[in-house]
Every structure is written in structure tokens, then in C-alpha cells.
């Protein structure tokens, strides 16, 4: 099995910063693509953030330039540090990541995983 867990979520002041981050566990072959969505109150997930496990970025245009995503491949970890905040942030942020896995008999194959979210609640 495999799981992903987000942390670092919390109540922050409009124009504050947050660090989140996204640990992978269990059988994990490989990570390829990582990154971050997010769901406000009423609204569909929506993407934030991802990177290839090659490299590059790509960002939501409401959160370039104070957004940047990196990752640790060695940790298997994703982060999302989120500068400049603003109320319009506020939702429930989900770790995600395309992972090479193996099944019992030792199949490999790639699968989509989600971590549980973590609360951002920005207040004004």
C-alpha cells in the first residue's frame, strides 16, 4: 500500500506565509509527477501546483509568483511554500502524487494517490 501525508496546514493572516509538505510511505518503486490541489468551500478541486520527477514547474495563474513547489526525491516528499496569502486561499489542500507501485505478486505499475488534505484558512 501506499500512502501520502500533508502537513504544515493552519490559520495565517492575510499576506503571511505557509510551508506545506507531502510525505510518500510504503511500497514506492518510483514517484513521476507530484504536486498540490486545492478545494474551497463550494468549489471543485482545483490544481495548484505540480512537478515532474525531471524537473520544471507548472503553477495555477492565481498563485504564480508566490507559490513554489519543490520536492526531495530521496524523501519522497512534495512542498508548497505559499507566500503572500490571501483570504481567497483558503481551502483544503491535497498532496498528490503518480507513483510506480508494485501489487503483491510483485506487479509493477503506475497509480494516481491522494493524501487526506490539509486545512489553509486564511483570515483577513
Sequence with gaps: QVQLVESGGGLVQAGG????SCV?????VSINAM????????KQRELVATIPSGGGTNYADSVKDRFTVSR????????????SL??????VYYCYANIRTRSSSFVA???????EGTLVTVSS
Design 72 to 83: 526531495d526525491n530521496a524523501e519522497n516528499t512534495v512542498y508548497l511554500q505559499m507566500n
Design 109 to 115: 505499475y503506475n497509480a494516481n494517490y491522494w493524501g
Design 86 to 91: 490571501k483570504p481567497e486561499d483558503t481551502a
Design 17 to 20: 506565509s505557509l510551508r506545506l
Design 35 to 42: 504536486g498540490w490541489y486545492r478545494q474551497a468551500p463550494g
Design 24 to 28: 510518500g510511505s510504503g511500497s514506492i
